[in-house]
């Protein structure tokens, strides 16, 4: 099965990362953003609902 052209820039990019030593550092960026993302989306979400059910929260 031949590879996605997309799925082999994304291995050459890992492969990149780790060659020019920054994978450490990739990595604390990637685990920062995979928690603050869906933090962020669901305090939106919260905050939103809110200030649309309650008109004192806008």
């Excluded at 820039?9 to 920062?32: N, R």
């Amino acid at each position: 099965m031949p590879m996605n052209g997309h799925a082999l820039e994304g291995a050459d990019t890992f492969i990149w990362t780790a060659l020019i030593g920054q994978w450490k550092m990739a990595m604390q960026t990637m685990s920062v953003i995979v928690v603050a993302a869906p933090l962020a989306i669901l305090l939106g979400l919260i905050l939103g609902i809110g200030a649309w059910k309650h008109r004192w929260l806008k």
